[in-house]
């Protein structure tokens, strides 16, 4: 009979440990401290469990992702659904600014497109189809 410990063990892995430490660490933080954590590079992708589902309806929080080179999908998935309606919202985050030069290559790996998460409502939008060519001709430098 196969041993059954494994299935049953008590505690957490180490790496189990420092995860839930990391997040009772940042799920107290204000928004402010975690925009900074971002700028600062302490902040990544896998800090996002740990932040309050209500930074995720701050436009500085997620232009602050993705200006520091997060993943994009990562973000977007974060985002808050209602903010995907705002056509000011979409049309910053599809800003040329935030893509070219230092991470327009990023842009171009990913496997995503805008239309994944934007809402039907603007999908059509002659100035969202025209920000969204845009981004899709940068030249990665």
């Known amino acids: 009979m196969a041993d059954n410990k494994y299935f049953y063990q008590e505690g957490f892995t180490e790496q189990e440990e420092k995860k839930l430490k990391r997040y009772e660490e940042w799920s107290s933080k204000s928004l402010e ?14 800090y996002y469990g740990a932040l309050s589902v209500e930074f995720w309806k701050d436009e500085s929080l997620i232009l602050s992702c ?3 080179g997060h ?12 903010m995907w309606r705002d056509k000011s919202f979409v049309l910053e985050v599809m800003s040329e600014r935030l893509y070219h030069p230092v991470t327009s290559v990023d842009f171009h790996a990913q496997e995503f497109s805008y239309f ?4 039907d409502t603007l ?4 100035d969202v189809i025209a ?7 940068l030249e990665p430098v």
């Open 131 to 137: 920000a969204f060519n845009k981004l899709s001709k």
């Open 123 to 126: 999908k059509k939008d002659l």
């Open 116 to 119: 994944d998460f934007i809402h």
């Open 66 to 68: 993705i200006s520091a």
């Open 33 to 46: 401290e975690v925009i900074q954590g971002i700028s600062n590079g302490i902040v990544d992708e896998g």
């Open 71 to 82: 993943d994009i999908e990562s973000v977007f998935k974060h985002v808050r659904k209602f």
